[in-house]
């Protein structure tokens, strides 16, 4: 079955420290990946996506992610959190073939403390 | 970018009553779109997926008399929970997928069956 997983319900970081959110899926074929983040009461807000390519992919707000094929991972990074950066993230598999959807991770609740 | 709306934002309703959803791509066309329900700390969960004029495919266990999707045009698709009971509360979130698959959520609405 095709899933994605967060381990992580929360993660707490001090601001200015570097942060890490995990994911690991689990699909059939070439994965199409994605992190989203939402604030309370508010939709899915895009923050960066994995297709081809480069396994390093940028994002918005300074979050980056690591594509690694070999632990099925796509962790998100930030180098330097900030206090706006709480809210919470869901890491994302495409599913493609006969049109497309979306299956979401759990969600890592994410607490930057000042 | 592409911009996704929903409509209402809130709704308070009676239980018995049904209520009506709608989900439009405000700058594009949307060939596809999907909803989402979200339970308080817990992560998107599809439930179905429309293309323009034709009928919905429902996820396993959601049923279909009770969330009735149209989705009439490329820039429009409405959500109607019939007869709404207070289990149905909820959070849901429309997303609009366009021909070369990416995909945009609406902001959300939080409906309350009272």
């Known amino acids: 079955a095709q899933s994605v997983a967060q381990p992580e319900d929360q993660v707490n970081v001090a601001e200015g420290n570097p942060l890490t959110v995990k994911c690991t899926y689990s699909v059939s074929g070439n994965p199409y990946l994605f992190w989203y983040v939402q604030y309370p009461n508010r939709g899915l807000q895009f923050l960066l996506k994995y297709i081809t390519g480069d396994n390093l992919v940028k994002g918005s707000y300074g979050f980056e992610a690591e594509f690694n094929k070999s632990q099925t991972s796509f962790h998100l990074k930030k180098p330097s959190a900030l206090v706006s950066d709480s809210a919470l993230y869901f890491c994302?598999?495409?599913?493609?073939?006969?049109?497309?959807?979306?299956?979401f991770g759990a969600g890592t609740r994410l607490f930057v403390k000042a | 970018g592409a911009v996704v709306s929903q409509h209402p934002s809130r709704v308070i309703c009676k239980s018995g009553t049904s209520v009506k959803i709608e989900c439009r791509s405000l700058?594009?066309?949307?060939?596809?779109m999907f909803w989402y329900r979200q339970f308080p700390k817990q992560s998107l969960m599809l439930m179905a997926t429309s293309n323009e004029g034709s009928k919905a495919t429902y996820e396993q266990g959601v049923e279909k008399d009770k969330f009735l999707i149209n989705h009439a045009s490329l820039t429009l698709s409405t959500l109607t929970v019939t007869s709404a009971h207070p289990e149905d509360s909820s959070f849901y979130i429309c997303?609009?997928?366009?021909?070369?698959?990416?995909?945009?959520f609406g902001p959300g609405t939080r409906l309350t069956v009272l």
């Open positions: 997303s609009a997928g366009t021909p070369v698959n990416e995909q945009f």
């Open positions: 994302a598999v495409r599913i493609t073939g006969g049109g497309f959807k979306t299956i």
């Open positions: 700058d594009f066309q949307a060939t596809t």
